[in-house]
């Protein structure tokens, strides 16, 4: 499985964004679907992700972000989306996709995720 991040750029402080992610080599509507970001200086961080739609599908989301940040996906395109509205400057980072093919629950843990994308990058200015 190969994935594609894009969607990032510079915005304002209380902008939008929409983070898109394209799976391709394999059907991904079966896989957790998350999304994880990593600031300059800090670590890598979970920020948000989706188990697939069949029933419904799960969300789980950083507290920081949980009413500002709505993860989606879209299987028929066999892509992913982050939608980020209410940007604040510590938003900033590179945001990486991930997938998860052997869990059903959206885990926060990166070691549950075993492809990843390149990463796309989001500046929010002051």
């Known amino acids: 499985v190969q994935l594609q991040a894009c969607g990032g750029g510079l915005v304002q402080t209380g902008g939008s964004l929409r983070l898109s992610c394209a799976a391709s080599?394999?059907?991904?509507?079966?896989?957790?679907m998350g999304w994880f970001r990593q600031a300059p200086g800090k670590e890598r961080e979970f920020v948000a992700a989706?188990?697939?739609?069949?029933?419904?599908?799960?969300?789980n989301y950083l507290d920081s972000v949980k009413d500002r940040f709505t993860v989606s996906r879209d299987n028929a395109e066999n892509t992913v989306y982050l939608q980020m509205s209410s940007l604040k400057p510590e938003d900033t980072a590179v945001y990486y996709c991930?997938?998860?093919?052997?869990?059903?629950?959206?885990?926060?843990?990166?070691?549950?995720?075993?492809?990843w994308g390149q990463g796309t990058l989001v500046t929010v200015s002051s």
């Open positions: 989706t188990s697939w739609s069949g029933s419904g599908g799960t969300t």
């Open positions: 991930a997938a998860n093919s052997r869990g059903s629950w959206p885990s926060s843990r990166s070691r549950d995720y075993d492809y």
């Open positions: 080599g394999r059907a991904v509507s079966s896989y957790v």
